[in-house]
């Protein structure tokens, strides 16, 4: 009897804590945005505008990466912006 308790009790915590994990889980995932931008002032330019832009509208953005420039051996450097919203 003793076991069947323990089982049970085991159990019903395994239960709850599940249940407050799910209770505090985020509401939904962000979604993402990324551009590649030839040229810095134009990347920087565009990427405040967008983020601006998604402001206004009620979004919650975070810049992840902000015109992080790549340079790949006989191309012109390219450069990165990433933007999470929700």
């Known amino acids: 009897m003793l076991k069947i308790k323990k089982m049970l009790t085991t159990g019903a915590t395994a239960l ?3 249940a407050g994990m799910m209770a505090l889980a985020p509401a939904a ?3 993402t945005q990324t551009r590649w931008y030839n040229n810095l002032q134009v990347c920087q330019a565009e990427t405040n505008a967008r983020a601006k832009h998604l402001r206004n509208k009620g979004y919650t953005v975070s810049i992840q990466r902000y015109c992080k420039g790549e340079q790949y051996i006989g191309y012109r450097p390219q450069y990165q912006s990433i933007l999470y919203f929700n």
Do not use: E, M, P, S
């Open 16 to 18: 709850c804590l599940t």
């Open 29 to 31: 995932q962000a979604d």
